[in-house]
């Protein structure tokens, strides 16, 4: 991993940077204690459930296996950042317990998202395998060093997980709709997966080969979606999707930025159309024009 560290600027500060997180926003650290106390012991805590991972596949009901889902990544993603805020190794039982959850969920896949159900010698890449590789190539990239005192088995499994559940598929696979190599037209799956991809190869991937074939392959779907986006800018999907397919894009505009890849997708004119879209949509009082998939009071990333 120490060839990683050379090109990454010290955006993100390690576990051991102690100053960097003593000097992080103080709101924002007291949220962060605070959320970590709340589900403190109980993280991931509950056992994982086929009953409940299959029941879309029975019912067609997707709820109840989703709700549990993010609320395990939430209170991981707490647990980290509270663990990284406080220093005192409270929270370090929540992460381990979280991360040999995660390895032992049968996809990182949305059910509802498996239509043929999980093969485990041909796994799918979703929105929500590429954020959970993410995340944990994220958790793995800060507190890797301590994970490794502590669990070294542990960080080993995540590891190969992802390597055997993502990032292999992605380099070896061409097939995947959301790639843009077929007949199916490309929509926010593409920019968001390729963001997210982009973050698991440049946070978490030592071999230099790997990550630049990942990094020409997430901008050459990048290119695709953005050439299908309209001339003025417009989320075919509504104002609330803007974070996951325009924002997307330039979350992995920013990640090629910080090291200094070139830029090769997109002109420059049609990126501040897609970037002032939601303006153009403002109606006042909080309220946006509502169409598609959206609400008229959607919550933007600024």
């Known amino acids: 991993m120490k060839e990683t560290k050379k090109f990454l600027l010290k955006k993100i500060p390690k576990y051991e940077d102690e100053t960097a997180w003593n000097n992080a926003d103080t709101g924002l650290k007291k949220f962060f204690v605070e959320m970590g106390n709340s589900v403190l012991g109980t993280v991931c805590e509950r056992h994982f459930s086929e009953s409940l991972f299959s029941e879309y596949f029975r019912t067609g009901v997707r709820v109840g296996y989703e709700k549990e889902y993010f609320s395990r990544r939430y209170e991981f993603l707490y647990a980290v950042l509270a663990e990284c805020i406080e220093r005192k190794g409270r929270f370090f039982d929540d992460i381990l317990r979280a991360i040999v959850y995660f390895c032992e969920e049968p996809s990182w896949c949305l059910p509802a998202h498996l239509p043929g159900g999980v093969d485990p010698n041909r796994p799918e890449i979703d929105?929500?395998?590429?954020?959970?590789?993410?995340?944990?190539?994220?958790?793995?990239?800060?507190?890797?060093?301590?994970?490794?005192?502590?669990?070294?088995?542990?960080?080993?499994?995540?590891?190969?997980?992802?390597?055997?559940?993502?990032?292999?598929?992605?380099?070896?696979?061409?097939?995947?709709?959301?790639?843009?190599?077929?007949?199916?037209?490309?929509?926010?799956?593409?920019?968001?997966?390729?963001?997210?991809?982009?973050?698991?190869?440049?946070?978490?991937?030592?071999?230099?080969?790997?990550?630049?074939?990942?990094?020409?392959?997430a901008c050459a779907t990048l290119q695709k979606f953005c050439d299908a986006q309209p001339n003025d800018g417009e989320c075919p999907e509504g104002v609330a999707y803007w974070n996951v397919s325009a924002a997307a894009v330039f979350n992995a505009m920013e990640l090629l930025a910080m090291m200094e890849e070139p830029l090769n997708f997109c002109d420059a004119e049609k990126l501040c159309r897609m970037e002032r879209y939601p303006f153009s949509m403002y109606i006042g009082c909080g309220c946006f024009v509502n169409f598609g998939d959206s609400v008229k009071r959607p919550v933007l990333d600024g």
């Open 127 to 217: 929105l929500f395998a590429a954020e959970t590789a993410a995340m944990l190539a994220l958790a793995m990239y800060i507190l890797g060093e301590e994970l490794e005192k502590r669990a070294p088995l542990a960080a080993n499994r995540v590891r190969q997980e992802m390597d055997t559940r993502v990032k292999t598929p992605y380099l070896q696979r061409t097939d995947m709709w959301w790639l843009g190599n077929g007949p199916r037209p490309v929509n926010n799956w593409s920019s968001w997966i390729s963001a997210n991809m982009l973050s698991v190869f440049l946070y978490g991937e030592p071999d230099a080969h790997k990550r630049h074939n990942a990094v020409q392959k």
